[in-house]
């Protein structure tokens, strides 16, 4: 079945909003829930990946102002998930790195997000899991080279 880019845009363009609420709908409750966000788990998920983190590394990653970032940390400092760590040796500096709660919180949706995706990707073939697999990842490549050129 051969299908025009037109109409795998359309179909996507269908299908993705589904496939989004049905994976969001089974996110563990702190992300469901409002607990958390999106971009606060994406900044908890940098820190647990790179241990400890300067402001504007932060700010880089997620593509926003370092003023934007700073209140995004301030909440996650506030809820006890992130802690602020000045370097002794220069107290401009300041690094973001997770606090125990907040490795617990990462695990816990780590753990949550691996039983989802087994659970519903248990029900596809190994061969279309890797289908799936091999295009999201070429998908990964062309975007974030992509970003690199602009």
Same mark, same amino acid.
């Given at each position: ?17 589904v496939v989004m609420r049905e994976f ?11 607990k958390i966000t999106l971009s606060q788990? $994406? ?8 241990? !400890? #983190? &300067? ?8 593509? =926003? ?6 209140? $995004? ?8 998930? !992130? #802690? &602020? ?8 500096? =300041? ?18 997000? &691996? ?36």
């Amino acid at each position: 079945m051969s299908v025009s880019l037109v109409d795998f845009a359309d179909k996507l363009h269908e299908v993705m909003p589904v496939v989004m609420r049905e994976f969001t709908h089974r996110q563990v409750d702190e992300l469901r829930s409002g607990k958390i966000t999106l971009s606060q788990f $994406l900044i908890l998920d940098f820190l647990q990946r790179y241990s !400890a #983190a &300067r402001m504007t590394d932060l700010a880089r990653f997620m593509q =926003v102002s370092t003023a934007a970032m700073t209140g $995004l940390v301030e909440r996650l400092v506030n809820y006890g998930y !992130a #802690a &602020r760590v000045l370097n002794p040796n220069d107290r401009r500096i =300041v690094k973001v790195q997770l606090t125990p709660k907040g490795t617990e919180i990462v695990k816990k949706i780590y753990q949550s997000r &691996r039983k989802m995706i087994m659970d519903i990707f248990g029900k596809i073939t190994h061969r279309e899991r890797q289908e799936y697999l091999n295009v999201l990842l070429h998908i990964k490549e062309i975007i974030t080279e992509d970003k690199g050129k602009k």
